[in-house]
């Protein structure tokens, strides 16, 4: 906290300035209409009398924006108010918004330039960085033939343009609630299968799960109707003969999936998802500011950039909800973090049970410490929205989303969402990856960069060393993202990481 204080016979000691951020400063003794104050550098002449204890203006604050003392916002302007003017009731309202400082801030000090990558332009408009055909399972009774289906393919040599067959199995899909816990599913494989890096898709069940295919095929898949296949297992005669029927569907499918070609694509097409596992205390100060530098150029660039984990937010929401362009957008992150309050009492859970051996064993003691570090991910950019788990991001701009700390449940709702790149984070060295979506790692610390060669793409340890800024790391992370967009593989990607799981709430019937 900054303090400057003055005296009413000195005019540079009449009024205590807080904090630098404050456009407000309060007056230490009376002061009288034509009095001559200095504070902050500059001088300012008193309007109308202020009274010992009261606020005035150092700087105009116009109708609607906020009054700043402490560096927080404690109300609204409901007139201009012009510096020398006492600021008081008469002129600072208070919004009842149950969250406090919910406003948009000024955007970040970033150059606008107009980048691109090499990308497939789907029919809906959204741009893919892969073209897949994806094999999702409806219910964990088709888990098996999915992965068989798959399996097929490894050996077959594909067009340059066609990344592969991919499979989704899962152990969800039936023995659960017919009502919010199935239609969490349905939301997260609409999202698998109709999302840019995915050309075509079959879905597989078993033919009498809880989850039925009948729920993705049909009038409402529109466009996709060649390019979405729905089988059974029970009605294709068994495994195999599921299987053989899946291979002779892909074929036709690769030919139309081969058709789509890499074209140049403004980056505002990006939408990037932001994770982290592993974290340490260097995640931080290093990897996770520099991330939220590259996520501010994405921004700037017209892109979704998308923050994650809602476990790790807690403790830190106050960050976020001060960037929030809306009260209602305000609201939505808070009514989303109560949720989860709720959701954790039922199991008699905690938020701080979040921290992992290997969090504390990085330097990281409590939810609060690895929150505050988490959020800087999402960069200095205006909240424009928050999503529900899965939910479609169909807006440009930095948003949230309900999702778990749990990494593989996490990055299975970014996915849903629409997110064609995802950027992760790692201190301690996660090794996860996405059946569909290149996911970039970025380590916080050196040791684990050189330690863990063939999962880390990026060091952002050289920050804590000296040896690089977490501007210019940003910048890079940037960089390679658009690369990666463009097709450059990740390393996850080389290792063939598919790691898949989905967000069960339910019960087990």
Not at 97 to 115: H, N, S, V
Not at 200 to 213: K, P, T, Y
Not at 258 to 285: K, V, W
Not at 427 to 442: E, Y
């Amino acid at each position: 906290m900054l303090v400057e204080i003055q005296t009413a016979s000195d005019p540079s000691r009449a009024v205590i300035l807080l904090h630098a951020s404050d456009n407000v400063a309060i007056a230490r003794v009376p002061l009288l209409a034509g009095q001559r104050v200095e504070i902050g550098g500059q001088s300012v002449t008193v309007v109308n009398p202020v009274p010992a204890g009261h606020k005035l203006a150092i700087q105009p604050i116009a109708t609607g924006a906020p009054g700043i003392r402490y560096g927080e916002v404690i109300g609204f302007a409901t007139e201009a108010i012009a510096p020398g003017e006492h600021v008081h009731t008469h002129n600072l309202g208070f919004s009842d918004l149950d969250l406090p400082a919910a406003y948009a801030p000024q955007p970040p000090a970033i150059t606008r330039t107009t980048e691109s990558f090499l990308g497939y332009r789907r029919t809906d408009g959204r741009v893919g960085t892969r073209n897949y055909i994806a094999v999702v399972a409806a219910s964990n009774c088709a888990a098996h033939a999915v992965t068989l289906i798959e399996d097929a393919f490894k050996t077959v040599t594909m067009p340059s343009n066609v990344d592969g067959v991919v499979s989704f199995p899962h152990g969800d899909g039936c023995g659960q609630s017919s009502g919010a816990d199935t239609r969490l599913l349905q939301r997260t494989l609409e999202g698998v299968l109709d999302h840019p890096n995915v050309a075509a898709a079959l879905v597989i069940g078993l033919g009498c799960e809880v989850n039925q295919i009948d729920h993705y095929l049909g009038e409402a898949n529109g466009q996709r109707a060649r390019s979405l296949i729905g089988l059974t297992v029970q009605e294709s005669g068994g495994t195999r003969a599921v299987v053989t029927q899946a291979q002779q569907e892909i074929r036709r499918l690769i030919e139309e999936t081969a058709a789509a070609h890499r074209t140049e694509s403004p980056a505002s097409a990006i939408t990037l998802g932001l994770n982290c596992g592993g974290s340490d205390s260097f995640s931080g100060i290093t990897a996770n500011p520099a991330l939220g530098f590259c996520s501010d150029l994405l921004v700037a660039q017209g892109a979704a950039v998308v923050l994650a984990e809602t476990t790790e937010i807690f403790g830190a929401e106050h960050l976020l909800l001060r960037r929030a362009r809306t009260p209602e957008i305000g609201r939505k992150l808070l009514a989303i973090i109560d949720g989860y309050k709720r959701y954790l009492n039922q199991f008699g859970g905690s938020f701080n049970e979040n921290p992992s051996p290997g969090n504390k064993a990085g330097g990281l003691t409590n939810i609060l410490e690895k929150s505050l570090g988490a959020v800087a991910k999402g960069g200095t950019s205006t909240l424009e929205e928050v999503y529900e788990y899965a939910g479609r991001i169909d807006k440009p701009g930095f948003a949230f989303m309900n999702t778990p700390g749990y990494d593989p449940v996490s990055l299975a709702g970014l996915a849903a969402g629409g997110a064609n790149l995802i950027a992760f984070t790692t201190g301690r060295g996660s090794a996860i990856g996405f059946p569909t979506i290149p996911v970039l790692k970025i380590a916080s610390n050196s040791t684990t960069f050189r330690r863990m060669p063939d999962n880390m793409d990026i060091d952002a340890g050289r920050i804590a060393e000296g040896a690089a800024t977490i501007e210019s790391v940003g910048r890079e992370i940037f960089a390679a993202l658009l690369r990666v967009a463009s097709g450059e593989r990740t390393k996850a990607e080389q290792q063939g990481h598919h790691e898949f799981v989905p967000w069960r709430i339910g019960p087990v019937l």
